[in-house]
Structures are given as structure tokens and as C-alpha cells.
């Protein structure tokens, strides 16, 4: 759960992932994905109105835009929509900053925004990510004209599981697979069978209800409330529904899935598979990602935020000056651990930045066809110049 203000000391005029409070007078404000604890704000009338008034504007992703454009029509007018990777200029009273989204893969349409101010500080907002090592060596938008990794003043990090007690996570890829084996084995035993998928937040799942409905044929149930948001998403209508009759697999769809289990529970045998990562604190995943208890829950370990390894590989190789946790618990003692796992990192010698290795010739990629370019996330981005493409999921693509 973010705990973030949206505000940066380093760039006073706008806001990020939040709208209300002293965030109502800022002059540019942006959306790194639509999940609600980076949209505390958005609905509310002063805010809006304001928005409208001062003819200022929120600066979001393609399918964020889509998502947002739904949700609130009577603002449409003043949503802006960012390419992947392409650098924006966004002139504010005082300055202007350059603003490149990078595809955060923690749910469709979520990005990084990496803001160039004119002094040469470069700020990285994370919002919610989780992007392995490898693909982060990837991204061109972190490398100069020269090859050479930018030089990151400070990170605006993600820190939901930045603790030893979640060193790390399996691929979600990994994951999936363990969830799609326990739906096949359960429901090929009869017509009967079903799965009731238990998620630990209302919404977040988009790339797993995706590919169930790829891998099986069959939508996932939901209930309204979660339809409502999910049909929002571009491409995800085959993958929900609202008719209990068109599938076996469901996943916290209230009142109609509860009669189906609790009426009749000899006629509907129930597998019930709960997706977390919580639980897994101090886990040995060596044993296994899945695990199940006296009731037949079968728990899969599933993460779309980054592990600690994660993050500290994000560290290592950015190297900056400055964190700032963007989710801090409610225990002060794993705040005080988080803390000095920052500092200690942050004190590491590093070598300097003319020094660092190229990890590709950028010159030989920017003269390749562009038909091997990679086309990663759907948007329309004839900047993104990769040797591969991304292995972070979720992808998804947006046609206009």
C-alpha cells in the first residue's frame, strides 16, 4: 500500500499518485497505473474542478488513459497520454522537465516515470514495479547518447517487500504454471469440478486472468465490482464474466459462487487456490512455491511487486545518491531495517559513472531494420531499441 505524499522536493509544481491535500495546486500531475492507493484523489469534485479551472493535466500511459477516460469523462479533456519511452517536455512556471515512462510490469498500463530536470538531476519514480535485473539492462531510456548508464540523483522506490524476509519470489511465469496445473488436474475430473481463486487484493490480477482464459478457453468469474474495473482493460472482455455457466474457474464472485459452493457441495467439488505473497515471509522457496493446509487450500506464491533481491539489484545497478521508500510498514522496527539496508547501500563505494561499462553498442542497435526491433507492451514506440525483448510480464497491447 503506497504511502507516498506526490510530492518531490526536487521538482516543486507537480504531483505523482496522488491528488488531494497540497497536492491540489500543482501545475502537472501523473498516474503511474490505476490501482487505489495511487489514485487517492481523483474522484473527488475539488480536485477535479480545479484540474478543469487551471486547464492543467494528468499525464498517464495509454491503457491508463483508456482506463481514467471511463472512469472520469468529465476530465477526459485534460488526460495526456505519455509514450513509452519517448521523453515528454512538460513546461512549468519555474522550469521545465523531460518525463519518459518506463513499463513497470507490475499490471497493464503501470509505469516508471524517469523525470530530466534542467540541471541534469535525473529522478526515478518506481511506483509499483517488478522488473528482473536482466531486463532492466535492457531499457535504452536509462542509457546516454554515448552508451553510458545515466547518472539517477535519486529513486522514488517501491518498497512493499524491500525486507530479508522476502529475499525473493518466483517468476510470476512460474507461478502461473503451478496455478494452471491445479486448475487442470481439478477440473478435468468431472463436469463438476470447479477452482475458486482467492486473490489478497481486489485488484491486480489482470495478467493471470489473461492467461487462464489463453491456456483454458474459459473466463474467469468475477463479481460486479471487479467486472466493472477489469472490463475497463483493453483486451481483458473474453477474460472475466459475470455468467457463472460459461466457466468452472471463479475467483471471489460473492453471493452467486457462495450459493453454488455452500448449497451444494457434494454436486460442486471446490478447489480453492489462494494467490499471495505475504505468507511467504522467511519461506524456503527451495521447497516449493505452492503448499496447502488442513482445509485443502492450495496457496501458489505470487508477487507483482519486487522481491528484496530485486530491489537491491535495482540499487546496485542504478547506483544513486538518494532512496525514498515509497511504502513504509506499520511496525517502526522494519522501518528501522529497511532504513539501514538504504543507507548501507547507499555508502557503497561506487565506481564512477564515465567508468561504467556499456552493456551494448548503441550505435550498432539504432542501425539495425526495424523490423527486429522488439514491439514490447503495445504502445507505439519506435524509440525502444532492445537486443531482446522484455521478460517481465504483463504485456499487453493497445490498438487505436
Known amino acids: 500500500m503506497s504511502s507516498f505524499g506526490g510530492k518531490f522536493k526536487e521538482i516543486p509544481g507537480i504531483s505523482v499518485d496522488r491528488f488531494d491535500c497540497n497536492n491540489l495546486n500543482s501545475e502537472a500531475y501523473f498516474l503511474s497505473h490505476c490501482h487505489q492507493d495511487h489514485m487517492v484523489g481523483l474522484d473527488i469534485s475539488e480536485f477535479q474542478e480545479s484540474l478543469k479551472q487551471r486547464n492543467c493535466f494528468i499525464y498517464v500511459s495509454q491503457v491508463t488513459k483508456a482506463i481514467l477516460k471511463q472512469l472520469y469523462p468529465d476530465i477526459g479533456s485534460q488526460i495526456r497520454e505519455l509514450d513509452f519511452y519517448n521523453p515528454t517536455t512538460i513546461h512549468l512556471k519555474k522550469n521545465n522537465i523531460s518525463v519518459i515512462p518506463i513499463p513497470s510490469a507490475h499490471c497493464p498500463g503501470s509505469v516508471m516515470f524517469l523525470f530530466e530536470l534542467e540541471n541534469s538531476i535525473n529522478i526515478l519514480y518506481t511506483g509499483d514495479y517488478r522488473i528482473n535485473s536482466n531486463d532492466f539492462r535492457k531499457i535504452k531510456?536509462?542509457?546516454?547518447?554515448?552508451?553510458?548508464?545515466?547518472s539517477i540523483y535519486k529513486i522514488y522506490l517501491d518498497t512493499t517487500f524491500f525486507s530479508k524476509s522476502y529475499l525473493q519470489f518466483p517468476s510470476r511465469e512460474k507461478s502461473l504454471d503451478e496455478i494452471c496445473n491445479l486448475i487442470q488436474e481439478w477440473i478435468t475430473k468431472s463436469e463438476k469440478h470447479i477452482v475458486n481463486i482467492k486473490t489478497s487484493a481486489r485488484y491486480g490480477y489482470e495478467y493471470v486472468f489473461m492467461e487462464i482464459y489463453r491456456r483454458f478457453r474459459m473466463p474467469v468469474h468475477v463479481n460486479e465490482k471487479a467486472f466493472a474495473f477489469y472490463s475497463l482493460i483493453p483486451d481483458m472482455d473474453e477474460s472475466i464474466s459475470l455468467d457463472s455457466s460459461k466457466t468452472k474457474i471463479h475467483s471471489s464472485c460473492g453471493s452467486n459462487f457462495m450459493n453454488i459452493c455452500l448449497a451444494n457441495k457434494k454436486m460442486y467439488p471446490t478447489r480453492v487456490i489462494k494467490m499471495s505473497a505475504m505468507r511467504w515471509k522467511t519461506k524456503d522457496l527451495n521447497n516449493g512455491i505452492t503448499s496447502d493446509n488442513q482445509y485443502g487450500t492450495h496457496f501458489v506464491c505470487y508477487s507483482t511487486h519486487a522481491s528484496y533481491e530485486e530491489g537491491v539489484e535495482l540499487i546496485k545497478f542504478l547506483k544513486p545518491q538518494e532512496i525514498e521508500p515509497c511504502v513504509l510498514s506499520l511496525d517502526d522496527k522494519v522501518n528501522t531495517e529497511m532504513f539501514n539496508t538504504i543507507e548501507n547501500l547507499l555508502s557503497c563505494e561506487t565506481e564512477p559513472i564515465c567508468k561504467r561499462p556499456k552493456l551494448f553498442n548503441i550505435d550498432k542497435i539504432q542501425n539495425?531494420?526495424?523490423?527486429?526491433?522488439?514491439?514490447?507492451?503495445?504502445?507505439?514506440?519506435?524509440?525502444?531499441?532492445?537486443?531482446?525483448?522484455?521478460?517481465?510480464?504483463?504485456?499487453?497491447?493497445?490498438?487505436?
Do not use: Q, T, W
Open 141 to 150: 531510456a536509462l542509457y546516454n547518447s554515448l552508451g553510458n548508464l545515466k
Open 368 to 400: 539495425e531494420p526495424m523490423k527486429h526491433m522488439e514491439h514490447i507492451h503495445g504502445d507505439s514506440c519506435n524509440d525502444i531499441l532492445f537486443e531482446s525483448a522484455l521478460e517481465s510480464p504483463p504485456r499487453i497491447e493497445v490498438l487505436d
